[in-house]
């Protein structure tokens, strides 16, 4: 079975909404805080580390993840 078969739809939710937000480093921030707290915590990881995949592209983001470390 593939992973991404095992996500679910609040996961891919919460991937949109992080995108859409990406432009507000405390909204991006925010969202992830509470992605991470509703998601199970195999997502919640899975997410964080697309978000720190994705911040790669947008380095100011890397502030809203630093303090969730």
């Known amino acids: 079975m593939n992973y991404k078969e095992r996500l679910s739809p609040a996961y ?7 995108r859409k937000v990406s432009f ?8 992830l805080k509470k992605a991470i707290s509703v998601l199970s915590k195999d997502e919640a990881v899975h997410l964080y580390n697309w978000a720190l995949t994705f ?7 890397n502030l809203s993840l630093d303090y969730m470390d």
């Open 12 to 18: 891919f939710f919460y991937k949109s909404i992080l």
């Open 24 to 31: 507000d480093t405390n909204l991006f921030g925010k969202e």
């Open 55 to 61: 911040s790669k592209s947008q380095p100011e983001l």
